[in-house]
């Protein structure tokens, strides 16, 4: 896959979160941020690995939202909190699997969308 088009949906889905975050508060702001947040993992793990299959690059962004949010319970360095959290809530897990799913599923339709036997990606 291309890593052009996988920076250019890394670029709008930070625009989706900065956009959510201005125009929404709330639950629905967090919890897509939250969502957000696991498919620019999602995308950042497809453009180091352009070759990788979905449903790995899904786990793997799932799985590396879930040590940060359980991290938290630990405490995070006060540093890193603006970009890791500072407080545990059990709902964002569901969130970053919803995220991961919803990546995973978009990028396992563009690879069978491909002309050039994409499918052995998926």
């Known amino acids: 896959m291309p890593r052009l088009p ?11 979160g900065v956009g959510v975050r201005a125009l929404f508060s709330g639950p629905f702001a967090k919890y897509s941020g939250d969502a ?12 180091i690995r ?3 299959r979905p449903w790995a690059a ?10 940060i ?3 938290q319970i630990a405490g995070i360095p006060t540093v890193l909190r603006p970009l890791l959290g ?8 569901f969130w970053y ?3 991961a799913t919803l990546a995973g599923a978009a990028h396992h ?3 069978r969308r491909q002309p050039s036997g994409g499918a052995a990606d998926a």
């Open 69 to 71: 949010e359980f991290a």
């Open 109 to 111: 339709l563009v690879l």
């Open 86 to 93: 500072s407080t545990f809530n059990p709902p964002d897990l």
């Open 97 to 99: 699997a919803a995220g």
């Open 58 to 67: 899904a786990l793997l962004a799932c799985g590396l939202s879930w040590a």
């Open 36 to 47: 957000l947040y696991t498919v620019l993992i999602y995308l950042v793990t497809v453009f």
């Open 50 to 52: 352009p070759h990788v």
């Open 6 to 16: 996988i920076a250019l949906a890394a670029v709008l889905t930070v625009a989706a």
